[in-house]
């Protein structure tokens, strides 16, 4: 073999943990290739969260120009110019890829190399380059980084439709005059408000009984309510049989029960979740384990079935989040260079949807807190008790944390209001230092902050 071909690691994705694993282990002087088939950054910031906050923005100052009466501020006429939402999400994107791989490309020790990898063997890669021509790269440790993509539901006649997906939508240069959405979790939720306030007509169906199925019904509920105030039809418990187009409009057959209809729309967005892309990566060639759905199954180091193979982020299944991939690379890197014994087992799992307002998460729910026969207390207050929020009319939502009836800690919270994210994380802080619920209730915040919102979260509890 080619010593050229021969390194002392292999990254396959340059996503949000085999970016920063890459950098680290090319630092560390080890003789380091990292193969990316697209962009440099993975989906987080190519079709995930940079892009779709990005327009999230957008959106929210559309809405808050149509609010804009209410403050006392006239603004006119309110036009949306899509070409120009998009330029920004372009742009911002584009600065957040190109800084990323210039880094890369100054890392010493560190080849990027442009391509689609696959498996020869448990210790042999395949990369045929996207100039043309291939190179097949051997090592003793290959990370696999490379994530997910949206699925594609098996559904009648959709092959036959132009349909969107989480990528595709933000590339629209016009509003839809009416969106009509398949599935209803956070791909659904976050476009169908964003593409409400651009002034869309949105349905949104899914399968289940209720939205968000993972959050209490109580939290699932309040979204539902936020959504409708906000004009979103909310098509619940349907079943999508086919879909067909006439013209420009697209009808999608739906079916609850033995009853039938059928929604017509111009566009249809499809978020009905998303698979992994092991498929292609030949993984049986190095004798990897998948799972069922075609995860990559890893033990709490994230080590494969195979020794020296470990996977990060989306493709091992999980939680898809893109600071879990972080923390995959700070596993990997703890136990690799710095000999210590991380694992995935018991860390706290934060995520926001970025719905407006937020719903911010951590830790157990109601629901899953009484499952294991736990001794709870449950604080819940609306977010109309708030100052801050009301003074900034964004009184929409409530805070809601869990306490253990017998110690005080803090089990898990949900924050659904303005900046819910932020103030989950004080709460994540407090879960992390093992501060019993007693300490927020009793600190002295700065007036008027949302933070001060938990002096008083923590004097509404059930009993």
Known sequence: MDGSNQYQAIIIGSGQGGTPLSMALAGAGLRTALIERTHVGGTCINEGCTPTKTMVASAKVA??????????????????????????????????????????????????????ASFTGPKSVLVRLNGGGQRVLTSEQIFINAGARPSVPELDGLKDVPFLNSTSI??????????TILGGGYVGLEFGQMFRRFGSRVTI??????????????????VAAILNQDGIELVMNATAERVTQTGAEIHLTVCTGNECRVLTGSHLLVGTGRVPNTDGLNVSAAGIALDGRGFI?????????????????????????????YDDFR???T??????????????????????????????????????NRHIRVAKMPMTYVARAVEVDESRGFMKAIVDGVDGQILGA??????????????????MGKLPYTVLRDAVFAHPTLAESLNNLFTHFDS
């Not at 933000?170 to 969106?179: A, F, G, Q």
């Not at 719905?355 to 951590?362: H, K, M, N, T, V």
């Open 414 to 431: 949900a924050v659904l209001g303005v900046e819910g994210g932020e103030i989950m994380s004080m709460l994540q802080l407090a879960m």
């Open 331 to 333: 596993i990997i890197r």
């Open 63 to 116: 809405s808050l120009a149509r609010r804009g009466a209410g403050y006392g501020v006239h603004t006119g006429d309110i036009r949306l110019d899509m070409e120009r939402v998009r330029q920004r999400k372009r742009d911002i994107v584009d600065s957040f890829r190109n800084g990323s791989q210039a880094r890369l490309e100054k890392t010493r020790n560190l080849d990027l190399i442009l391509g689609e």
């Open 297 to 325: 199954q890893v033990n709490e180091k994230l080590e494969t079935s195979v020794a020296g193979i470990f996977a990060l982020g989306d493709i091992k299944g999980g939680p898809a989040f893109t600071h879990i991939s």
């Open 170 to 179: 933000m590339e629209l240069d016009s509003v839809p005059e009416h969106l």
């Open 205 to 222: 169906v899914d399968s289940a009984g209720r939205m968000l199925r993972h959050e209490d019904v109580d939290v699932a509920a309040e």
């Open 335 to 372: 136990n690799l260079m710095e000999r210590g014994n991380a694992t995935t087992e018991g860390r706290l799992v934060p995520y926001t949807l970025y719905i407006d307002p937020q719903l911010g998460r951590i830790g157990l729910t109601e629901a899953q807190a009484r499952a294991q």
